[in-house]
T-cell receptor
Framework: NAGVMQNPRHLVRRRGQEARLRCSPMKGHSHVYWYRQLPEEGLKFMVYLQKENIIDESGMPKERFSAEFPKEGPSILRIQQVVRGDSAAYFC??????????FGPGTRLTVL | QQQVKQSPQSLIVQKGGISIINCAYENTAFDYFPWYQQFPGKGPALLIAIRPDVSEKKEGRFTISFNKSAKQFSLHIMDSQPGDSATYFCAASMIGTASKLTFGTGTRLQVTL
């Protein structure tokens, strides 16, 4: 049973470009959560999604950031017009209806 | 009300010693308290979790102690090993609604020989 998968593992973008981060939850998990971690800091909640629905986006910046979890395929975190401050590790976690959350290996975004 | 406060920020323990990390929460609706272990460059890995209906849970060398009235919980690592050197995060959520985890700020543990 594969764990949570994220790709790419490393992503380099220039200021103003778009970044797309993908997350495939564990088999049988219908809940996906995205977190951001800055160097030497904790994990900050961004958004919680179920299939085709955003449940809680209270941690998402109001501009440039969006997330989706379509009926088919992985969850996508999209950052438009990236800035240097977006450089961070982005982690996805998944869970079943009500259970333990398991994290993926993360995508490390570097904005030049 | 959503905060989870974690201490200490860093901890150095000798091999074989006991590592103790503490967390306190404010939201009395929280009913799920996991601990995560994170190695540099890796994602957080679920270590152990507890529900408030028990005061202690043990898995191998790792024990969670839970004090509902004080709204505190702690992680004890017995017989600490150099391989335990990592950053540890406590977290809390309301499991019934599969809601978001709120994380503590992390404790960097170093186990020396």
């Amino acid at each position: 049973n594969a764990g949570v998968m994220q790709n790419p593992r490393h992503l380099v973008r220039r200021r103003g470009q778009e970044a797309r981060l993908r997350c495939s939850p564990m088999k049988g998990h219908s809940h996906v959560y995205w977190y951001r971690q800055l160097p030497e800091e904790g994990l900050k909640f961004m958004v919680y999604l179920q299939k085709e629905n955003i449940i809680d986006e209270s941690g998402m910046p109001k501009e440039r950031f969006s997330a989706e979890f379509p009926k088919e395929g992985p969850s996508i975190l999209r950052i438009q017009q990236v800035v240097r401050g977006d450089s961070a590790a982005y982690f996805c976690a998944s869970s079943p209806q009500a259970g333990d959350r398991f994290f993926g290996p993360g995508t490390r975004l570097t904005v030049l | 009300q959503q905060q989870v406060k974690q201490s200490p920020q860093s901890l150095i323990v000798q091999k074989g010693g006991i590592s103790i990390i503490n967390c306190a929460y404010e939201n009395t609706a929280f009913d799920y308290f996991p601990w995560y272990q994170q190695f540099p460059g890796k994602g957080p890995a679920l270590l152990i979790a507890i529900r408030p209906d028990v005061s202690e849970k043990k898995e191998g060398r790792f024990t969670i102690s839970f004090n509902k009235s004080a709204k505190q919980f702690s992680l004890h690592i017995m017989d600490s090993q150099p391989g335990d050197s990592a950053t540890y995060f406590c977290a809390a959520s309301m499991i019934g609604t599969a809601s978001k985890l709120t994380f503590g700020t992390g404790t960097r543990l170093q186990v020396t020989l």
